[in-house]
């Protein structure tokens, strides 16, 4: 079916105050594209960079540094100017002359991680947290544009630009409205194309850093902490760590220690990638990263940075292979039996032993907390489901099988031959 795309113009009531908050987004977007452009444009001396992966590989955490912006409007600026590039490397090989494509017209990209639109507002990421701005509708917009595509549910929103008018001092979404596929079309291709696998992912400050709900443990939170402590020791600025921003704390490490925790950063969210691929998984579920200080014991801004960076990482990639990332509320996550559900904040033994006061069930405790927030993220995108189209299966993985949410187990070929003593499948999950 053709893939119908029309882009509908609405005017943004924006709340008074935030008008700067917007501008500035768009300065620091635009920052974002410009050094992009000025990195990838390389002729004559040499090739243009015109992969989107390899920009981002060079680029993205120096970005995310020096701006206020979050990782997806980062990854956004990043696209634009490697497309632009791109058409700057098409004509050039057409024998047209062309330069290192600039970005000064007023514009913010924004799709669904970045914004989230809705039919009479859209909530949109800025420099300094989200701006809700509701769409100035005509009194009668049947037969105009807006009706006929913004307010039609049949339509659903794409990735859109943010847009200003410098002469009526007015901002707009550029909506792009794509038609969705006819209701017959949905009915029969829900049960293969709306199949629904989660990963979970507990994270931790010691120990793994991430432990997965397919029993994967990822990354050494350990050996990260030793690193910085190491850092910290050698700058003499323990006193400084409370007062300063991670952000800050974070730039002035030496080069040698800051890359080497992204390196393993990055290596950790490609492992959890292999995992969700593995598993055949559409989406990952994290914790809920704000206020993660209040809720670990032990964790410091430094966590809360390191896991935030962990999460953008997973995010962009995932978005490649077209995977979906999600937060869920952390409440009760490790108190609660992943076998039983039985929830008591007794059940949990020893530091990462979870052990159930009701069915004995015994198992490591962050993996028995990943899969309790797996399940927190089927829950929800199953009840969003039933309002839509009722009845695609929902599963989440998990080391051995998936589990639907009333209980229905599928072992994987290979189950029996993996031999973890805590979590055999048969047993652990037929009683849940
Ligand atoms: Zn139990």
Known sequence: MEDMIRTV????????????????TKDQFLYCANTTAAWAWRHPDEHCVTSKQQAENALYDRLRDETALTANVVQKGIRRAIEATKSGVARLKKGETTSQPQFDAWSVVYDKRSATFHRDHVSL??????VECEYVLPDDPE????????????YEFRMSTLQYDRSSEAFYLHARMRRTTDKHEQSTTASNAEHRTVLGVDLNVDGSLAVTSTGAFIGNADEINHRRREFEKTRGSMQQT????????????DDREHRWIQDELHRASNQILDEARDHG??????????DIRDRMAGAKRFHAWAFRRLYEYVEYKAELLGVEVEQVSPAYTSQRCSKCGFTHETNRGSKHQFTCQKCEYELNADYNASKNIARKLLKRL???????????????????????????????????????STDKPTTSVVGY
Do not use: W
């Open 242 to 253: 409370g007062t300063r921003s991670a952000h800050l704390s974070i730039q002035s490490m």
């Open 125 to 130: 990421s800025t420099v300094n947290g989200r």
């Open 382 to 420: 199953h009840s969003e489901q039933k309002s839509s189209d009722g009845g695609a299966p929902c599963q989440y993985a998990l080391k051995s099988g998936t589990l639907t949410l009333n209980g229905g187990f599928t072992a994987t070929v290979d189950s029996t031959a993996e031999g973890e």
């Open 9 to 24: 113009k609405v005017k943004l009531d924006v709340p008074d105050g935030r008008y700067d908050d917007l501008h500035q």
């Open 143 to 154: 037969e105009t544009p807006i009706g006929e595509y913004l307010l039609n549910e049949e």
């Open 281 to 290: 998984c559409t989406h990952v579920a994290f914790e809920n990263l704000t």
